[in-house]
Structure formats: structure tokens, C-alpha cells
């Protein structure tokens, strides 16, 4: 039986993880699993970082308030399963926080969070996280199927949206803010750059 851990440095950040043990994990840190292993999230987001993140709420609840998908913010745990027909604790080794991200399927959804791909993922990029955002969770998001995924950069007050087909990225041009952004998986979905970011 796995055991209680409630001191960050009490975790073998070589090891592998699932789900079950980051259930048991009990101190202040966030911290992320991706593929078994420890991503540590990096302190408080900025201010700028807050700013971006609860305009884009506002922008994106408006649409998604009376519709069928449901819109949820960080912290909310995502358990990709990438497939898998185990959805067992012991099973899952991939839990993420997602900046913002929208699920359409509601049986995904339990009291823990979500359980498989949401439907549109927005990350917002600080200081210690662009590689990790950039990178590695592009291709995990990929792999795992979440249709569209937004990546926002508040220093060059750009949004890149990349929509899955046939299994890969396809990438749009950056949105700066001199356009208006449109979710090609939800047309509603439009709102103008600047409404984001201070110009």
C-alpha cells in the first residue's frame, strides 16, 4: 500500500509515479505528472500572468456559460489516459493542471476532476514553464487527443491555436493583438487579442 507523503522532499523526483501515490501527497507544493514523472510547478503565476488568465476566463465563459461544455480553471486536475482501458488510480500516470481548458463530454467529468482529454486546453506561458508548455505538453496533449490547444504568451501578447487532424498540430498563424481570435472547434468562440492583453 502506498504511503501518506507530506514532505515534498520526501519524493524521488528519478521515480515513477501514478495517480494513486499523487493522491496521497499532502504539502503546499503543486506539482504535475506527466508520464510518471515530477513536474514541479513553478511558484505563484506573475501577476500579468493572473491578469491574462482571468481575462481569457471572462472572454471564454461568456460563451460556454449556457452551453453544454463546461469550463473549468487551475487548480483542476486532468488524468490523460491516452487510450488506455484502465482508468484504475494505480494505472494512470499522467496528471496535469491546465491553465484553462473546456470538456464537452460530461461523463469525463468526477468530483477528482476530468478523466481523458478535455476539448480545448489553454496554457499561458511564464518564465519557468515555456519548455514544459511548449514542448512537452504540446506532444502529450497531442498524443492524448485534446482537439484544440491554445498557447498563450502574455510578453509577446501572441495566442498560437493548434487544432488536432489525423493525429497531429496544425498550427494557425500567431494572433497578436491586431485580430481577433477564433476557435476553429467552436466558432462562437471569437473575441479580439487586445481584450487579453494591456496595449
Given at each position: 500500500?502506498?504511503?501518506?507523503?507530506?514532505?515534498?522532499?520526501?519524493?524521488?523526483?528519478?521515480?515513477s509515479y501514478?495517480?494513486?501515490?499523487?493522491?496521497?501527497?499532502?504539502f503546499?507544493?503543486r506539482?504535475?505528472?506527466i508520464?510518471?514523472?515530477?513536474?514541479?510547478?513553478?511558484p505563484a503565476?506573475?501577476?500579468n500572468?493572473?491578469?491574462?488568465s482571468?481575462?481569457?476566463?471572462?472572454?471564454?465563459?461568456?460563451?460556454?456559460?449556457?452551453?453544454?461544455?463546461?469550463?473549468y480553471?487551475?487548480?483542476?486536475?486532468?488524468?490523460?489516459?491516452?487510450?488506455?482501458?484502465s482508468?484504475?488510480?494505480?494505472?494512470i500516470?499522467?496528471?496535469?493542471?491546465?491553465?484553462?481548458?473546456?470538456?464537452?463530454?460530461?461523463?469525463?467529468?468526477?468530483?477528482?476532476?476530468c478523466?481523458g482529454?478535455p476539448?480545448?486546453?489553454?496554457?499561458?506561458?511564464s518564465?519557468?514553464?515555456?519548455?514544459?508548455?511548449?514542448?512537452?505538453?504540446?506532444?502529450?496533449?497531442?498524443?492524448?487527443?485534446?482537439?484544440e490547444?491554445?498557447i498563450?504568451?502574455?510578453?509577446d501578447?501572441?495566442?498560437?491555436?493548434?487544432?488536432?487532424?489525423?493525429?497531429?498540430?496544425?498550427?494557425?498563424?500567431?494572433y497578436?493583438?491586431?485580430?481577433?481570435i477564433?476557435?476553429p472547434?467552436?466558432?462562437?468562440?471569437?473575441?479580439?487579442v487586445?481584450?487579453?492583453?494591456?496595449?
Amino acid at each position: 500500500m502506498n504511503k501518506v507523503i507530506t514532505n515534498f522532499n520526501e519524493l524521488d523526483l528519478n521515480g515513477s509515479y501514478t495517480y494513486a501515490d499523487y493522491l496521497l501527497w499532502q504539502f503546499s507544493e503543486r506539482l504535475e505528472l506527466i508520464k510518471g514523472k515530477i513536474f514541479a510547478m513553478t511558484p505563484a503565476p506573475s501577476r500579468n500572468h493572473q491578469q491574462v488568465s482571468l481575462k481569457l476566463t471572462r472572454e471564454i465563459d461568456a460563451i460556454f456559460i449556457n452551453h453544454l461544455c463546461e469550463l473549468y480553471v487551475a487548480p483542476f486536475d486532468v488524468r490523460l489516459i491516452n487510450h488506455k482501458k484502465s482508468t484504475a488510480d494505480n494505472q494512470i500516470f499522467t496528471v496535469v493542471q491546465p491553465d484553462l481548458c473546456v470538456v464537452c463530454d460530461l461523463t469525463k467529468l468526477d468530483e477528482k476532476g476530468c478523466l481523458g482529454a478535455p476539448n480545448l486546453i489553454v496554457e499561458i506561458l511564464s518564465k519557468g514553464n515555456s519548455k514544459k508548455d511548449l514542448s512537452i505538453k504540446f506532444d502529450l496533449y497531442e498524443e492524448n487527443g485534446v482537439q484544440e490547444y491554445w498557447i498563450v504568451n502574455p510578453d509577446d501578447k501572441s495566442v498560437f491555436i493548434y487544432v488536432l487532424k489525423d493525429g497531429k498540430y496544425i498550427g494557425s498563424r500567431p494572433y497578436t493583438v491586431d485580430f481577433e481570435i477564433q476557435s476553429p472547434t467552436f466558432p462562437e468562440l471569437k473575441f479580439g487579442v487586445d481584450k487579453i492583453f494591456e496595449v
